[in-house]
Nanobody, 126 residues
Framework: QVQLAESGGGLVQAGGSLRLSCAAS????????MGWFRQAPGKEREFVAA?????????YYADSVRGRFTFSRDNAKSMVYLQMNSLKPEDTAVYYC??????????????????WGQGTQVTVSS
């Protein structure tokens, strides 16, 4: 089992920045791939970014966030981070981190991930 806990959400003005964190526990951290997803009210959960378990692997981003968001992981601390810059009102959503032991890559759909955090709210005001 893997337990995930997000933090760092909040209210920010358009153009501002936030850094989300996700702490993982329960299994060897570098044995699973990690992802960030978000879900706005009335919408389906959508892919934001994914980072592989191995160092030097390619990180994938949704087109809507590429160039503004940066996904990183610290295997020594069992943490992942999502640095979000130049935030827009359309980035408003609950953000979830997710983990997967599966062998496929890249993982860009919710069904690719077995473990999820409780989510953290990000609200961007215009």
């Amino acid at each position: 089992q893997v337990q995930l806990a997000e933090s760092g959400g909040g209210l920010v003005q358009a153009g501002g920045s936030l850094r989300l964190s996700c702490a993982a526990s329960g299994r060897t951290f570098n044995s699973y791939d990690m992802g960030w997803f978000r879900q706005a009210p009335g919408k389906e959960r959508e892919f934001v970014a994914a980072i592989p378990r191995w160092s030097g692997g390619i990180t994938y981003y949704a087109d809507s966030v590429r160039g503004r968001f940066t996904f990183s992981r610290d295997n020594a601390k069992s943490m992942v981070y999502l640095q979000m810059n130049s935030l827009k009102p359309e980035d408003t959503a609950v953000y979830y981190c997710a983990a997967s032991f599966g062998s496929s890559w890249p993982k860009q759909t919710p069904s690719d991930y077995a473990y999820w955090g409780q989510g953290t709210q990000v609200t961007v005001s215009s």
